[in-house]
């Protein structure tokens, strides 16, 4: 239910409540109520570390590098350095499309792991590293490199991949990039993306200028998409139709050939700013290559984007955009026209990593849907500074927020719609409440672009219209009779 100011700061301090004191105030810190009459930007605190004995829903720093930056990479080898589990669990978890042969010239689902074991972490793992980079040269021969993802015990025992990767890297005569992402790192996954643009800068970018290309004035790549359900195929259908030329994609369906060229071209495009800010920062720094951010959720987010991405070209590119924006309302109209009826005022609360609320917000607005709590897992200040003009007052933001928290607001709020990740996915569905899984789509997709807006607004008409809802209730709120009566109904 939508709130006013002091109803919404109602719910957090009685949220706040059942904490002790210590903790209260430390939580306190991380919860607000969106005010849009306060002088300046009114943020909450975000980037910290998580409280002991709170449970969160964060990933690691190898999440960051494994799961997000490096593992999309298609043509490269990608070894989880440690025991099998992390490597299990994240691989094809993030359904990074891409096309090729897998286990020919493409890699992505696959999961490699040097299986640490006790002898492993009291002898070190360099060796089994060195023989796991042998072996993978000889069943990949197509691979064009390989990335060492570093788990926690690498850490802690002190193995050096950088020397195994330098060594083995000069015999095999490809690119071996160490990762020291071991996942005890920093705060939360957000450091494991800065390690992972660290080492394509120090790995990657670095031999740019001994690769060969040649540059045309329309050239653009795409950067932090990870192509997730075909997202990035359908950016580029848009950038190709506003008549530019992508080149790259970082890193969904990408190569390790494409970002070598990356630093070529005339506009670095960034999709997920989080993950990837640092390295096209580094680009525009060293290489001279403007970046900007872009939005392709929704008709709203889709036109304005194109718009400031025209606005880097000459007046053909921008006249072009102009065309193809009004073939696409078209498109889009129909879709708004069809779904709109069916989702007016459905109010949404919103959970989902570093980046994804604030884009997300206006595709769910041009369906007439309202947003009434955002939060992210592990997003920084700036995330919430622009993110609190795309929300209305008084709505309720959170970061890093406990199971305990998410429930408790959940139960006030009443939404009509939960967009969050695995972790909570089935805990709100057996409270009754619709959900979207919004890191991977719930195995849909792609929702970015315009015909990935009406599978989009397709799915949150599935899921908030469907009838089971009002037939559920949590199993630990049916009472005796409720079961009764279901007994004997049965």
Not at 35 to 40: K, P, V
Not at 257 to 272: A, G, I, Q, S
């Amino acid at each position: 239910m939508s709130m006013n100011k002091q109803e919404t700061q109602a719910l957090i301090d009685e949220v706040l409540e059942v904490y002790p004191e210590v903790a209260r105030e430390d939580r306190a810190k991380h919860l607000g109520v969106n005010d849009t009459s306060a002088e300046g930007t009114s943020c909450i605190t975000s980037n910290r570390k998580t409280l002991p004995g709170v449970m969160t829903v964060r990933g690691c720093a190898y999440a960051g590098s494994k799961g997000v930056v490096w593992g999309p990479v298609k043509d490269m080898l990608h070894i989880s350095h440690g025991p099998v589990g992390c490597g299990q669990y994240s691989r094809a978890g993030r359904r990074n499309y891409y096309t090729g042969t897998t286990g020919v010239d493409t890699f992505g689902t696959l999961n490699i792991t040097t299986d640490f074991q006790e002898r492993d972490i009291v002898f070190g793992g360099d060796k089994k590293l060195s023989a796991a980079i042998d072996e993978l040269e000889t069943l990949f021969p197509l691979s064009k490199g390989i990335s060492v993802q570093s788990e926690c015990p690498v850490g802690l025992i002190g193995d050096d991949i950088e020397a195994v990767a330098k060594m083995k890297g000069a015999e095999i005569g490809k690119t071996i990039v160490p990762v020291r992402c071991e996942g005890f790192r920093g705060v939360s996954q957000s450091l494991g993306h800065h390690i992972a643009n660290d080492t394509i800068r120090d790995h990657v970018l670095s031999k740019s200028d001994e690769r060969e290309f040649e540059a045309g004035p329309y050239d653009v790549a795409i950067i932090g998409d990870y192509n997730i359900g075909g997202d990035a195929w359908s950016s580029r259908i848009i950038l190709e139709d506003m008549g530019l030329n992508v080149v790259a994609q970082w890193s969904g369906d990408g190569t390790l050939p494409e970002m070598e060229k990356t630093p070529n071209v005339k506009l670095n495009l960034v999709h997920c700013y989080r993950s990837m800010n640092y390295i096209v920062r580094h680009m525009e720094e060293k290489h001279g290559v403007p970046w900007v951010e872009y939005n392709l959720f929704g008709p709203s987010k889709i036109e304005e984007s194109m718009r400031k991405i025209a606005g880097y070209f000459d007046e053909k590119i921008q006249a072009q955009t102009e065309e193809v924006i009004k073939r696409y309302r078209e498109q889009w109209q129909a879709v708004i026209d069809k779904y709109r009826p069916r989702l007016e005022g459905k109010e949404v609360m919103l959970y989902v990593g570093g980046l994804r609320p604030r884009h997300i917000i206006g595709a769910y607005e041009d369906l007439g849907m309202e947003i009434v709590g955002a939060g992210y897992e592990f997003a920084h200040n700036d995330d919430y500074v622009k993110t609190t003009p795309e929300v209305k007052d008084a709505t309720l933001l959170f970061d890093d927020a406990s199971a305990y928290e998410l429930e408790e607001f959940v139960k006030k709020l009443n939404p009509d719609l939960i967009g969050s990740g695995i972790k909570e996915k089935y805990v709100f569905q057996k409270m009754g409440f619709p959900f979207r899984q919004m890191h991977s789509w719930d195995y849909s997709g792609p929702y970015h672009g315009v015909d990935g807006f009406a599978i989009f607004a397709r799915d949150m008409d599935l899921t908030i219209n469907n009838p089971c809802w009002n037939s559920m209730k949590a199993p630990w709120l049916k009472d005796e009779s409720s079961e009764e009566a279901m007994a004997k109904t049965a």
